[in-house]
């Protein structure tokens, strides 16, 4: 059974930068594919990035590509989320999901076995 904690989020204003971590334990880290999914107040919860296990493919959602990256450091068990030039429509629980190996419509929350318990991203205009 994999574990997900996530941690790094905060209070920023507009312009600034946030790094989100994401720790895995109880499975093989190298093994899984990783994304990170928000839900905005009074919203669904929507994709934001991945990254795959093998080729460490990464994908984002139109609304953060530019802004955010997602990386990974397998030594470290972690996947991190970059995120930097914050808006307020940024502001959202972020979670962290996590399925072993490939992962087909990376984009779509049912792909994902795996979730963390979320961290609150808060970005003032």
């Known amino acids: 059974q994999v574990q997900l904690v996530e941690s790094g989020g905060g209070l920023v204003q507009a312009g600034g930068s946030l790094r989100l971590s994401c720790v895995a334990s109880g499975g093989t880290f190298s093994r899984l594919s990783m994304g990170w999914f928000r839900q905005g107040p009074g919203k669904e919860r929507e994709f934001v990035a991945s990254i795959s296990w093998r080729t460490w493919r990464t994908d984002y959602s139109d609304s953060v590509k530019g802004r955010f990256t997602i990386f990974r450091d397998n030594a470290e068990n972690t996947v991190y989320l970059q995120m930097n030039s914050l808006k307020p429509e940024d502001t959202a629980v972020y979670y962290c999901?996590?399925?072993?190996?490939?992962?087909?419509?990376?984009?779509?929350?049912?792909?994902?076995?795996?979730w963390g318990q979320g961290t609150q991203v808060t970005v003032s205009s």
């Open positions: 999901a996590a399925d072993s190996g490939v992962v087909p419509n990376n984009q779509q929350t049912s792909a994902y076995v795996y």
